[in-house]
């Protein structure tokens, strides 16, 4: 910094009018002299300039997030370089301010805190009071955040050898005005400390790292991610800042910028965009990107909207979270060693496949291996890091990356085989492919990866990237292989079935055709090419027809077999493949109940494949048709397949409203709808519900029974009941916290859809299909029921799944004023009044 203010390079308001602004210098050159006291708003110009900068620059222009960082690091420097001269805070003056923190690395945030370190050189204490004092009270006058201290170097190297959290700051100092020997005294002297005694510390180091990932998530799959302590983030580059101070790595270990996303450094400054655009729309410190402010950030950095944003950050996050391991592992093999280890000065190579051996944890090539000459070799070390578990060290993956040739079409069996090894390693294939595609190796493989590499997902019930939930996929499906009987087509169906997104149209006809593509610079045969093909074209056949279709209609069975191409070997791989992506999405999309439609649909479809006749629906129990010829409103509850789960079927004559009735009794008895399905005999509904109680054990039948002939008579409204219940949970959740800043809970997380479907070949004219996709709430499908009702639609059939928080609905319906565009339109309006939707927007004033 040079001792001349106005020679900083400042880029924010005029030097001088600041100068002028503040009151005038302090002239003695002795700290002694000080006597008299400071303004105490001579810090406000400081503030203002700051505001000026945020509202825009001296030219009505608003700043890039670079160009503001730097300015507020030139403001910043400028005020206190003027406020310590004129408290005599000179060479020689045994004082030096040195900045950590945000303005120590010159990243300055708009609202971050301003991180002070007021060293002396043993000065007398009462006079090491009053410039302290003169030099922190104009800044809190003027209400700027400040994190302060007031040491001697000793004392601060003390705090440095017990305070990791202190280390990493002072690692990062830099002098600002005064005494710059005894600034060089405190920053020299706390990187030796560290690198004495790094290994002692390192553990620390670790663990720390961990419990911060822990407690803020990963940025790249966290929909409000923490730009800053989360993992792939800030606190990560300045964690690799602190292992290359300690000369255990290099800056950028393993990434530089000819890689995809364009390397660490790159990433670094996108996040640092990020949190400072995050600043200046929350006009405060803040570090998670919350959704609201997603698109206006996105906006404001030219990205595009929240999902590009997004796409983005993952991109950063997980170059940065690659460099971090790679760093970290770098760092433990570099320790100094201890005991007998000492002794050895190469360390030991254990071969593990052609041209690829074992050191210190790692792989890396053998000596004799010729990465021009082998373009398998790539996939064969891959195929050894997923089955051994052993990392790939990063000078290895930089040298295939700089030195393997493309592998010629069609790929040899070998390499093949190497490939479909790696992608049967189940969970250990993940960090490998992880690694390869932050290199730049994997899309060299696969070029098609590059649509879908952190392409965030559009639906809120998927947890992964799409990128990501393909090779969790491949995970998931490492241990169905035994249940098929092409195992290594399910490990590349798996791989392939979302590759059509992000192009644009139907990606499953999309994914199809650059499936056929793959499968044949792969090598397969064209009759695997065909199965490879129908796996991507209609992974999503099984799990659609069994919650939207009625399984006892034989047109349903003949459709998906129709697709299929009565193909058994297609059948059992989509039916792996629906069991693998489900578990590959997010918690609870599959369960019991997903599983045994699913199941039951593959299980028709094999007999019609096998040329048995369909099963018809079965006839109603006759006991239950006695019920119903008796007349009256009949309940049973019996024990359901699955464990937790019971069957409650009623016996009532139907009328208008009678589902909602039903289904508002169950909601209030606090027994949870997992799906529900219609009959009718005569005069009378026979309608079955499977239901799990929310907690404890369910009612008595006799129970559910008074309670349903009280709301069928008119007695009590159950709508009414169910919104009291809702409003009391909801009056109950503030009072337990109300500083709580989650969404409330009527509100959801994502919005509702509504979708139409034409009604299968043989059904009755008028009917048409209605699939509602929402957050479940209480009582949700008797308020469906009562749209429907009052609506004028009669409900055929209907196929409810509930998954986890969020419910899949679909209904068989015929108005009665037959199906209408406007008809379609109302009905649909009055749905999503009733279904829980994201919370709508505060208006700015």
């Not at 190497?418 to 493989?445: F, M, N």
């Not at 077999?561 to 058994?568: A, F, R, S």
Request: hydrophobic content about 40%.
């Amino acid at each position: 910094m040079p001792s001349d203010p106005h020679g900083s390079g400042f880029h924010g308001p005029d030097p001088v009018a600041l100068t002028a602004a503040g009151s005038g210098p302090f002239r003695s050159q002795d700290p002694d002299t000080v006597t008299g006291a400071a303004r105490p708003d001579d810090a406000g110009d400081l503030a203002r300039a700051r505001e000026q900068l945020l509202a825009g620059g001296t030219r009505n222009h608003r700043l890039d997030a670079a160009a503001l960082r730097h300015a507020l690091v030139d403001l910043h420097e400028f005020w206190l370089t003027t406020k310590g001269n004129e408290l005599g805070i000179r060479p020689d003056s045994g004082f030096a301010i040195v900045a950590v923190g945000g303005l120590g690395r010159r990243e300055m945030m708009p609202y971050s805190d301003l991180d002070l370190i007021l060293l002396h050189d043993d000065v007398d204490p009462a006079v090491v009071a009053r410039v302290a004092d003169q030099l922190w009270y104009p800044l809190w006058d003027a209400h700027i955040k400040l994190d302060h201290s007031v040491r001697t170097v000793p004392q601060a190297l003390q705090v440095a050898a017990t305070d990791l959290t202190a280390t990493l700051g002072m690692l990062e100092a830099r002098h600002i005005v005064g005494d710059v020997e005894l600034s060089h005294l405190l920053i020299g002297g706390v990187r030796r400390q560290w690198r004495t005694g790094i290994r002692s510390r390192f553990d620390e180091l670790v663990e720390q790292a961990q419990s911060r990932w822990a407690r803020s998530g990963q940025i790249a799959h966290r929909a409000e991610p923490d730009i800053k302590n989360g993992r792939g983030g800030l606190r990560d580059v300045q964690l690799l800042n602190a292992l290359s101070i300690a000369q255990l790595t290099d800056g950028m270990p393993g990434l530089g910028p000819d890689t995809p996303g364009g390397g660490l450094a790159l990433a670094h400054r996108r996040l640092l965009d990020v949190r400072t655009e995050l600043h200046r729309v929350a006009r405060r410190s803040r570090d998670q990107l919350r959704a609201q402010d997603a698109d206006e950030i996105g906006a404001a950095l030219r990205i595009g909207d929240r999902f590009d944003l997004a796409r983005t950050l993952s991109d950063c996050a997980r170059t940065i979270g690659y460099s971090v391991d790679v760093g970290l592992r770098t760092a433990g093999n570099s320790l100094p060693r201890r005991g007998l280890s000492k002794l050895r000065r190469v360390p030991l190579r254990r071969p593990i496949d052609e041209g690829v051996v074992e050191q210190s944890g790692e792989l890396v090539l053998a000596r004799d291996a010729r990465p021009k000459r082998d373009p398998g070799l790539v996939v064969r070390v891959a195929a050894a890091s997923a089955t051994t578990g052993l990392p790939i060290s990063a000078s290895t993956l930089g040298r295939l990356s700089d030195s393997a040739p493309e592998l010629r079409e069609p790929w040899p069996k070998g390499a093949l085989a190497d490939l479909l090894v790696l992608l049967g390693s189940g969970q250990r294939a993940i960090p490998t492919i992880e690694a390869l595609d932050r290199t730049g190796l994997w899309g060299r493989l696969l070029p098609e990866w590059g649509a879908v590499r952190d392409l965030p997902p559009r639906d809120a019930v998927h947890t992964w990237t799409v990128d990501r939930h393909l090779v969790e996929a491949v995970a998931q499906a490492g241990a169905l292989t035994t249940r098929v009987s092409r195992p290594d087509l399910l490990m590349l169906g798996a791989l392939l079935h979302d590759i059509g997104k992000g192009r644009g149209g139907d990606h499953s006809v999309v994914g199809a055709e650059l499936a056929a593509q793959i499968g044949a610079r792969l090598g397969l045969w064209p009759s695997d090419i065909e199965i490879l093909t129908g796996m991507v074209r209609h992974h999503l056949l099984l799990a659609q027809t069994a919650s939207r279709r009625d399984l006892d209609d034989p047109a349903t069975v003949e459709s998906v077999v129709e697709k299929v191409g009565g193909d058994p070997v297609l059948l059992e791989l989509l039916h792996a493949l629906a069991e693998a992506d489900s578990l590959a999405t997010g918690p609870g999309v599959w369960g019991d109940w997903k599983s045994s439609l699913i199941g039951e649909l593959v299980r028709r479809c094999r007999l019609a494949m096998a040329g048995e006749p369909l099963p018809v629906p079965d006839p109603i129990d006759p006991a239950l048709v006695d019920l119903a010829a008796q007349g009256g409103v009949h309940v049973t509850l019996d024990p359901g397949t699955a464990a937790h789960t019971y069957l409650v079927t009623v016996v009532a004559p139907d009328s208008p409203g009678l589902l909602s009735h039903e289904a508002g009794v169950l909601a209030l008895s606090s027994l949870r709808v997992l799906s529900a399905s219609l009959g009718h005999h005569g005069e009378s509904a026979i309608n079955a519900f499977v239901v799990a109680p929310r907690f404890g054990a369910p009612p008595q039948a006799g129970l559910l029974r008074q309670e349903l002939v009280r709301a069928i008579g008119g007695d009590v409204d159950v709508l009414e009941l169910l919104d009291t219940k809702e409003r009391e949970a909801r009056e109950n959740q503030a009072l337990e916290d109300r500083t709580s800043a989650a969404v409330p809970v009527q509100y959801a997380q994502a919005p509702p859809r509504v979708i139409w479907f034409d009604a299968p070949d043989g059904a009755e004219p008028g009917e048409v299909i209605v699939e509602v996709r929402a957050e479940d709430r209480p009582g949700l499908l008797s308020r469906l029921a009562r749209v429907f009702e009052r609506h004028g639609a009669d409900v055929r059939w209907a196929r409810v799944s509930t998954l986890g928080s969020a419910v899949v609905d679909a209904f068989c319906i015929r108005q009665s004023d037959g199906d209408t565009r406007a008809g379609r339109e109302r009905l649909e309006r009055a749905i999503l009044a009733v279904v829980p939707a994201p919370q709508p927007k505060k208006k700015e004033e």
